[in-house]
Each structure stands twice: as C-alpha cells, then as structure tokens.
C-alpha cells in the first residue's frame, strides 16, 4: 500500500520513494546509496529483480560500469518488460563495451528485438561500433537476424542515408556467414540498397566478399524484376553504374513492363550515365510493352542533352509509334517541350537521308499553288522536295526556305501543295513541319493525321504496299483568342472574295524572290509563335502592327474595288463585314474542327516499256547493298534513286504504281499477266490498231489530307520520267481545271478538294479526250465486238461441220460394203485415189474434235470480264470515297451554318459521271458474258457430237469383231475336224508291215472301204467330243462346281458335330432370303451398272468371253435371292436357267444354287 500509495503522490513526499532514489544513485553511480536503497527495500519487502532492473537500465544508460556490476549481483534482471528497451540496448547505443559484456555475462540476450524489430547487433553496426559488433558476433549474435521488414543488418547498413560507419564494420559483417543474397520485403538484396542510396565502395565490398558472391549476385530482381542497374540509373548513381558494368551487369535487362537501365536513364534525364550505357551496348530502340522507347521517354521529359545524344546514333528509329500511336516528336509536342520539338523535326536531320534519297528530293518537284486576290502576279510555283521539306533560307539559316502556311504570301487565301509521288517519308516530313509552323498545338488533330497511315496494307512485294481505299474526318483542337488575334495580325485586312490562280508567268523557284521585306517580318513573328528560339517578340509585334497600318492605308487608296467588296460585305477580313455576316468572321478567325483525309484509287495509263523499266528497277533494287560495293551503279535518273532510297527500307514508306492486275491481286506474280492485258492486245495483235508505243491500265492512288482552312496537301505519283505534254498529266489538269474562265473561282480548299477528285475519278471520261489512243474503254468494246465476230464465225463453221457429218453419214451405214466397193474400185478408177482416201478420212472430223480456237476466245473472254471487274472494283471504291467526303464536307458546312447545295451539286456530277462508267462496265460485262456463255454451249455442242460419233464408230467396231469372231470359231471347227483326219491320212502313208496286204500280187494300197472306216471313224469320234467341249464348256463348268458344292453339303448334313453349324447356316440362308424390295432394288441397280460397264468395254474391245467373265466376278460378292426368286429359277430350269438369266442382264458374276437355301455367297 506504502508503495501504491508513493507512486500515486503528486511529487511532495519524495523521501518515502525508492524508484527515485534508485534512478539517482544509479546515475551518479553511488554504490552506498545503492546499498541503502537496497537495504530499504529489502525491508520493505519491494527488492526483487525488476526493482533492480529500473537502476540497471540507467546505469546502462549512463555508463555507470561499478553501479551495473552491484546491480547483476544483487540480482537485477537484464530483461525489461513492456515496449522498453532492454539494458543491452542502452548499452550498445552508448558503445560501452565493457557493460555490455558484464550484461552478456549475466545472461542477456543479444537476439532481444525493439518496436521495430532490430536487434542489438544491428544498432551496434549502425552505430559504427566495431569492438561492440565484434563481442556481439563473438557471443553468437544472429548476424541474419531480420527486422519487421525483412532486413538484416547488410540491408540496413545499404540502406542507410547517413553513411557514418566505417570499412571495418562491413569487412567484419562479410567475415561472417551474413547472407549477402537476403531478400526483405520489396525483395531487395543490400546491393539494391547499396546501389539506391550511391553507396558506391560499400556495393564493391559486397561485390568483392573474400569468401564470393552468390551466383548470378549481380543479376538478381527484385519485386518488379530490377536489377541493381535499373535502381543505380534510376537514381543517377553514376559512380555506381560504371562499378555495376564493370563486374558485368545486364546492360539490357528487363523489368516488369520492358524497363531496361537505358529507359531509366533516358527517363531522368542524365546524359552522363546514358552515354556510359550506350559505350556498354545499351540497346536504344528497345520498346517497352506500351511501345514507348528510350527516345519517348526523355522527349516528353524534355531531357535536351539526352536527346541530342540519342540523336548522334545512326540506326536510332525517330518515328517509332507506342500503343498509343505517338511519336518521341508528338510526345514532346503533348508536353511543350520546344526545344526537342524542332530537335526532333526532319528539316534538322539531313544527314539521316541516304545519298539517293536526297538526290530523288532534289530530283523531284514539288508544286505549290497560292490562291487569292494575285491580280497577274503568278502563284504556281515548282521547287524541289528537297527544298520544300529540307531547305533553309540562305539568309538565315534559322528559318526555313519555304513555309507551308500561306500566312506569309500577300493576298493568299489557302494553299496547295502536292507532292509527286505516294511516299509516305515526304508526306511524314511536310505534316510535320506544317504543324510545327501551326506553333504544335494541336497534338491531336496530328496524331489523327499520323494514325491515317495505319490504313497500309502490307505484303511481301513491292506492289502489296498501298493504302486502302477510306476518306476520314479527324478532329483539331479548338485554337484559342490569343492564336487568333495573332493570325489576325498577321494577315492582311484586304483581300478579294474570289481567290484566283494565274499560271501565264514564269515559274518562281526561290522564296526569296517573291517574298518582300515586310512579310519576312511577319514571317518572322509567326515563327515566334511555332517554338521559334527568337527572343526578340516585342519588336516582332511592333513590326506586325506597323505593316498592319500600311496596308490599310495603301489598301484604301490603291484598290478602290476592295472598298466596294466591303461595302457590300463580301470580305471575308473586312471588319465591317464581320457585323454583317458574323458566320464569315468566324470561318476566317478559327481554324476548321477537323481534317480531312483521303485515300482513293483512280485509273492511269503507262507504256509497256516504261512499265518494264519500272518493274526491271525494283527487282534491281531488292537486290541492292546499301554500301557502296565495286562494280555498283548509282541511279540515273530521280525514279531510280526513288525507289533504291525507299523501297527496301524498313517501314516501305514508297508506294510504287501498279498495273490493273497488281491492283486485284497484290500477293502474287503478276508480270505474265501484265503484258496481257486486254488493252495491251488490242494495241499489238491487229495491225489496223497497232501502236507505237503500247499502253497498259495503271491504277494510281490520291492521297489528300484537308488541314483546316488554309492547306491542301495531295500525293499522286506521275508517269515513269514523266515526258512533256502529257494529254493525261492529273496535275496539270487540275490547274487547268482551277483555272478554267468558264467555271466559277476556287474559292475554299473543299470546293478544290472537289475539283481534285473530279480530276482524278474522270480521267478516262469519254467526253474530255480526243485521241483514240487513250480510249480504254472504247478499246475493251473492240475486242468484245471481235470476240462477238469470231464466235459467231466458229458457230457457223460447227453448223457446216454438223451438216456435212450427217451427208457423209447417209452414205456410210454399212462399213463392209463401203469397204468393198472402194476395194473394187481402186483399180477401175485410179486416179479418184485422193478423193477415196479424203473420204475415209473427212475434214468435217477434224473441224468438230478440235476446240482450240474456242478455248483461246474462252480464255480470251474471262481475260476481259475478270479486267471488267477490275476496272469496277476500282470506280466502286472511288464512289465510296465520294460519299464519305461529301458527308464530312456537308458537316463542316452544317457547323458553320453554310450552305450545301453547291458542294452537294459537285459531287452528284462526279457520282454521276462514275454511275456513267459503271453502266458501261456492266453493258459489257454482259455482252462478254453471252459470249462466254455461248462458247461453253458450243464447245458442249462439239463434244456431244464427238460422242455420238465415238458411239456410232464403237459400235460399227463391235459389229465387226462379233463377225471377226464367228469367223474364228468357224475356222477353229474346220480345224478341230480336219487334224485328226489328217494325222489318220498320214498314219496310214507310212509302211506299216500290220496293214493289210495282196500278198499274191504284191500289191501295197489298202482297199478305200478299210482306209475310210478308221480314217473317219477315228477322226469323228475325237473332233466330234471336242466340238460339243468347246460349246459347253461353260456348262460343263458350272455343273462340275455345282456338283462339288452338293458333296460338300452333303457331308455336312452326315456329319453329326457340324449339325449345329449346319442348322445355323440354314437360319443365315432364311434371313438373307427375306431381303427387303429396297436391298432387292439395289442390287438390281448395281447389276445394271455392271451391265453398261460391260457394254462400253465391248464397244472399243473385244467382247469377252463367258469364262473371262466368270474368272474376273468369280470371288465377288453375289447377290443373295428370295424364296420367290428361287423358286422362278427353280421353275426355269435350276441352276444353269438362272444363270442365263443373270448372263441376259449384263451380269457376269458367278452365280451359285443351293437346294432349299437359295443363292449363297461364292
């Protein structure tokens, strides 16, 4: 109670307290306090060993050495209960070795665990107490004891930030059996940690333990599948990742989701350790599972300096799409990053072309089209792609030569820029430099642009390459005000309603010649606006303003006829006009809410040799080494470095031409069908149409992408070295087209998109051409019309052939007479030996068995429906595309409230003149198909002919070999009753001293009487016997197995221990006699089949006889007859009666009768 009651006091009567006292003495180390408080608690009754421990824990915790010794000899516990420390642990945190070893002594525990579950050993290393540690270890503390997270102490020492112990402490620790490989719960070793947290010397202690490292040390994983690389990159040790590399870590090793060291390193962004991975072998296009690459990874984190050195790697993939179909470019973009926006733009990396790729850009012109108020000034201009994608202005090499935007061209509405061949790699490069120009705002109109050329379809050759036929609406982000009072700035206020084109002038090729000083300064703030790295804004605005003033005023005085255009409202800029009509403002100051994108086949031409030279190229650059090799050619001319730049490169960015067939089937060989097509043969086979040069059907493909209001990018490929004055040049027509004086100005890029595929789906419209030669379609209808003509050529020639067949055959019914009488007459009539012989062998004959004309129009007919078919797929495609594109453009005219009838109004004379053309095809298509239809019927025709010819001459044989044969047996009977005569005759001619003799008169000759009775008689009695054998030897035959067949089932029946199978092949005989009439109808079918079998074979065969015929049914399977049956063939006469019967339907299986059991199986 005294105790209870000191504890409860508020503090006054501290005197009566012994916990206090015993605190005080054992902190100042007063022994004889101690003994007296000892003393008194004995008294007390309170002195037991967790009295002692209180003061024991203190003077540990003081380092009172002779106070702990008095302690554990009065009995003082070394253990605490509760969550407060034990004395040890007091003591090693004060690194007093000597308590700590009186405390081991006296039976503490080094294994006691704090909160946390640590142990003594563990804070001894932590604190860098190397003589505690070493009598921890000495007094057999678990070196791999582990904390509440799975640690033990070399984790703890790794993970450490402080870092305050020594070498010693850790060449202790790896002396003893400390598990180096230990995993705690996020499955780390300590070389995790020691890599972590930069513990460069400490992770090469752990890699250079004298006793050795785990195997694969180096490579272990942890949770996630990192390796001790991934965390030291993914922290910026770089002292540690050289040591890693150094004892031969994984530089490609993966974790969870591809990571690599290299994706980390990228990711934070330290060049340093980047170029260290690259010098190990870093692989740096490798993907992880969303498809991102190391270049994704520092571009949308705007790591410059790594991206610049990923950069200097040749074989680095820039345009590499993840999962989510973006680009390291549009990744940068999506995350502002401007500076690697243009580090990673293609007009900044030239040196990544090939020599013929960049000679085929400056080979190659491109065509830009500036539409607007131009009054005479000329705004068609050809520059080379090179020029157009690559160039910079000799001026200021910071900018680029030609921009893509017409806001730097005076007067210019919108543009159009096309390009001369279906390659993707140009198109790529001008989208992209297009949206930088835009200020890369608008990443996902862009990535819908980019995700247009996922409509590819691949193969394994060249022409399998193309993309499908589609036309697609993609949506921009809307642009805010301060983009458009900038773009407002930028532009000019006056501009004509009715944009025009004017190509009379000379061509200008450089930029620098058209473009006056002031629109280089706006030039110069729109390049601020796309990421430009000019810092000079204010004066670019000032500039801006400046001009903006100067043309009003010129505007106002000079163009007299813009102050009437706005006056009436019809300026689109005019800001009085805005007030009238807000709707124009509107189109004019925000940019469109989509793209659109086309894709559509149409038809071309191209001549045959040019299209050998075309496809003699690409086989030749399949074959070609990039390296320059000795004994290689460089490409000649631009379409030969074309294709060898592109054709083999690995995302087969080069669409080339194809021909019709190539087209239909573009998985297979198509070259022999190439040089036959329909077009070709008409061109080469009839002499009245022969061409120089003939032609063939090409289909080509326009690519259109409609950027908002103000650019129209198209792609086309032209005709192989693309030859002057061409009649059927698509570019230049569509110029011709918007230049036209008797249609209305071009005055928006859809009603120009409408005009471009006006252009292409009509190229070959009948109305529009002139020259017959590029009249396909009238050519398909020749050679229908000559087909037509020659089936109905060969029809009459069959009905000829028919008719004189018949004459001949009224006078040729009697083979054998016909045959006599020219017997007969070959003497008379000698000099009518010819027309004998021709009319033995008729012509009519050869005329009906040979079908190779009608099989060559056959062919030649599927050849014209299966391109009939192809030349609709194609305008069935173009009408789809149509349709699509005439529902986006409805749409983007619905949003601005614009109207529609005009743009509907186009695109029905376009279905229209495509409806024409299908009306067309199927008229022929039709016409072909009689004509094929009619061929089949005569062919059908000659070959029923020639069977019933076959027939009448089968049967005409068989008459002849049946008399052939009875002449034989007639003959064979002569001989069998003449030789024994004569063997008689000539016994009788030799000497024979038994013969009877005259003796008297000597004379020799037997009597004739005595002669004849032995030579006939002899003679008769053995041909005779012989000539009934050979008429019946059949019968004989089956009456002989007849009678082995009764003997057999007479012994059956007089054997008793085969009674049981006796009766119950009796039962078997019962039960196969009650077939039903369907088995019974069977049978008698398959006897009637047998029967015509036998009947053909003797029709071009000698017939057979009965014994062949028993022979080859002899072990078939007979049918099996009813009682009814049995008992007609009984009634006719038994066995031999039913086997006429049989022989008389054709059958010539052997037939066996059985008693009471009816037929059984022979």
Known sequence: MSRSRSRSSAGSDHGDRLEPQLLRAATNNDLAALERITQLARQKGQLNPAFLGIGLVKSCERGCIEATQYLLKEGASVEVGGNRAPPIFRAVERNNVQIVKLLLDAGASPEFRDKEGRTALMTAAWKNQWHVLQLLITRGADVNARDNRKRNILHNLAADKQCDWGDDVVNLLLRTSCQLDARDDLGRTPLHWAC?????????????????????????????????????????????????????????????????????????????????????????????????????????????????????????????????????????????????????????????????????????????????????????????????????????????????????????????????????????????????????????????????????????????????????????????????????????????????????????????????????????????????????????????????????????????????????????????????????????????????????????????????????????????????????????????????????????????????????????????????????????????????????????????????????????????????????????????????????????????????????????DRHRMGDEDYQFLDMFESCIGTATDRETVLFREFNVASAQASEWLKHHRRIKRSIVESISNKDDEPESSSDKEEESQPLFVDKLLDIGQETDLLAEAKDIRDELNMIRTVLEYQKQVLQDLQDAICEIYYDENRSQNDIKKKFREQQRNIDMHVKDVDRMDKQTERIYNSITDLLDLKQKHANAFEARFARDQAAGTAKQGKTIMMFTIVTIVFLPLSFIASFFAINVAEFPHDDQSGNTNMPLSYVSRYIFGIGFSISIPLILLALSVDDIRLGSREAMRRIREWRLTRSPSTKDAHNRDISHASMTTTMTTKQQRMITQELEIQRILCRSKASSTRRPSEDELDDYFGNGLLPVATRNTHASSAAAGGPRSSMHTYRSMGHSSRVERGGEKGFRFG
């Not at 090469?204 to 942890?222: F, M, V, W």
């Not at 150094?246 to 990711?267: I, K, L, Q």
Request: aromatic share 8%; glycine share 6%.
């Open 196 to 764: 972590t947290t930069g513990k460069t010397h400490f992770a090469k202690l752990l890699l250079s333990r004298p006793q050795g490292c785990p195997t694969n040390y180096i490579h272990a994983t942890e949770l996630r599948n990192k390796t001790a690389l991934h965390l030291a990159t993914a922290h910026d040790r770089e002292d540690v990742v050289e040591l890693l590399l150094e004892y031969g870590a994984d530089v490609n090793a993966r974790s969870d989701g591809g990571w690599t060291p290299f994706h980390n390193a990228c990711d934070k962004g330290c060049e340093k350790i980047v170029r260290i991975l690259l010098e190990a072998g870093a692989d740096f296009n490798s993907q992880l599972l969303n498809g991102m690459t190391p270049l994704h990874l520092a571009a949308q984190a705007g790591h410059t300096d790594v991206v610049k050195c990923l950069l200097e790697q040749p074989s680095l993939r820039r345009r590499t799409r993840d999962t989510f179909g973006s680009t390291p470019f549009l990744r940068a973009a999506q995350f502002k990053r401007k500076d690697i926006v243009h580090l990673l733009a293609p007009f900044n990396h030239i040196e990544a072309l090939s020599a013929d790729a960049e000679g085929a850009c400056k080979g190659f012109d491109a065509t830009i089209v500036d539409f607007g108020n131009f009054h005479n000034e000329n705004r068609v201009r050809r520059v080379s792609v090179y020029e157009l994608l690559y160039g910079r202005d000799p001026k200021n090499p910071r900018k680029q030569a030609v921009t893509t935007l017409p806001a730097n061209v005076k007067a210019s509405e919108f543009r159009w820029i096309h390009l001369p061949a279906n390659n993707m790699a140009w198109v790529e490069a001008l989208m992209t430099k297009s949206f930088i120009e835009e200020g890369a705002s608008d990443v996902e109109g862009f990535k819908g642009l980019e995700k247009s050329f996922g409509h590819q379809h691949r193969g394994q050759r060249p022409h399998s390459h193309f993309m499908r036929p589609l036309c697609q609406s993609t949506p921009r982000s809307v642009r805010g005000k301060d983009e458009v009072e900038r773009e407002e700035e930028s532009k000019p206020l006056e501009k004509s309603p009715l944009p025009q084109v004017v190509i009379n002038g000379p061509v200008i090729t450089k930029p620098a010649e058209y473009s006056p000083t002031p629109l280089k300064k706006r030039e110069t703030g729109l390049s601020k606006d796309s990421y430009s790295q000019d810092d000079d804004s204010a004066s670019g605005r000032k500039s801006k303003a400046k001009h903006k003033n100067s043309t009003n005023n010129k505007s106002g005085k000079d163009n007299p006829k813009n102050d009437r255009n706005k006056s009436s409202g019809h300026g689109p800029d005019n800001k009085h006009a805005r007030s009238v009509t807000p709707h124009l403002a509107r189109d004019l100051s925000f940019a469109a809410k989509s793209n659109i994108c086309v894709f559509m086949p149409y038809l071309h031409f191209e001549t045959a040799q040019s299209q050998q030279k075309m496809q003699q190229t690409i086989k030749q650059a399949e074959t070609f080494v990039s390296a320059p090799q000795p004994g290689l050619t460089r490409a000649s001319t631009r379409d030969e470095m074309l294709i060898r730049a592109h054709i083999n490169s690995s995302t087969a960015s080069l669409h080339v031409r194809r021909t019709l067939d190539q087209f239909f089937y573009p998985n297979i060989d198509t070259e022999t069908r190439d040089s036959d097509q329909v077009v070709y043969r008409y061109q080469t086979r009839w002499t009245e149409h022969k061409a120089k040069d003939p032609k063939i059907f090409m289909v080509d493909q326009l690519w259109m992408w409609v950027l908002g209001k103000n650019l129209i990018v198209t792609s086309f490929p032209q005709r192989w070295e693309q030859p002057k004055n061409d009649p059927l040049n698509v570019l230049d027509g569509i110029i011709e087209d918007i230049n036209s004086k008797t249609r209305e100005p071009v005055r928006s890029v859809y009603e120009l998109a409408t005009v471009i595929t006006g252009r292409c789906s009509g190229m070959f």
